[in-house]
């Protein structure tokens, strides 16, 4: 079965940065689109980046432009996220989910259980 | 930007019908994909592509898209759909959610 396990989240300070990473199993890893979406303490889903089956095309969102960076090994089945220069409003529990498909159009199918990140001084 | 609009909260009783709306500029030109997610829990997958429902989910979930709205209903309301219900939809290379609605059920 489809598995998605993500890490590394903590309490930063700001400023600080954090590599989260979400494990796979259950699925080609390889074939499928995937994205970090998070959701802050009491508040919606808020789409992060996305980062296409081969990694050759990658996007984030603009709250995130420039301080992130969404990456991929298909040899270990893992996604990433790089996250630089923490600000407190990066305060969330992070998902990794799966894209249905290669389309960007498609829906997640599949998330993780979450990672949570603490920004704070 | 993309903006999409929700009802903030839609209540039910217990075996009616729940309509919860997500509204968008040209929503029906796009893929609009339904999360549910209870306390606690990851988001959940119940309706892709406007109306198409994943194995495992319920008959009693499904949806439709109309002029600028799209719309998932659930059938046949029990306490154990309630939750938060987010629509999603893809545009200009950015992933858009809407602000979540929650559905109680009393």
């Known amino acids: 079965q489809v598995q998605l396990v993500e890490s590394g989240g903590g309490v930063v300070q700001p400023g600080g940065f954090l590599r989260l990473s979400c494990a796979t199993s259950?699925?080609?890893?390889?074939?499928?689109?995937m994205h970090w979406v998070r959701q802050a303490p009491g508040k919606g889903l808020e789409w992060v980046a996305s980062i296409r089956d081969d990694g050759s095309d990658y996007h984030h969102a603009a709250s995130v432009q420039g301080r992130f960076l969404i990456s991929r090994d298909n040899s270990r089945n893992t996604l990433y996220l790089q996250m630089d220069s923490l600000r407190v409003e990066d305060t969330a529990l992070y998902f990794c989910?799966?894209?249905?498909?290669?389309?960007?159009?498609?829906?997640?199918?599949?998330w993780g259980q979450g990672t949570l990140v603490t920004v704070s001084s | 930007s993309y903006e999409l609009t929700q009802p903030l909260s839609v209540s039910v009783a217990p075996g009616q019908t729940a309509n919860i709306t997500c509204g968008g500029d040209n929503i029906g030109t796009k893929h609009v994909h339904w999360y549910q997610q209870k306390p606690g829990q990851a988001p959940v997958l119940v309706i892709y592509r406007g109306s198409h429902r994943p194995s495992g989910v319920p008959e009693r979930f499904s949806g439709s898209i109309s002029g600028n709205t799209a719309t998932l209903t659930i059938s046949r309301a029990q306490a154990g759909d309630e939750a938060d219900y987010y629509c999603q939809v893809y545009d200009s290379s950015t992933v858009f959610f809407g602000p979540g609605a929650t559905v109680t059920v009393l």
């Open positions: 259950g699925f080609t890893f390889s074939t499928y689109g």
């Open positions: 989910a799966k894209q249905r498909g290669w389309l960007a159009t498609d829906d997640l199918d599949f």
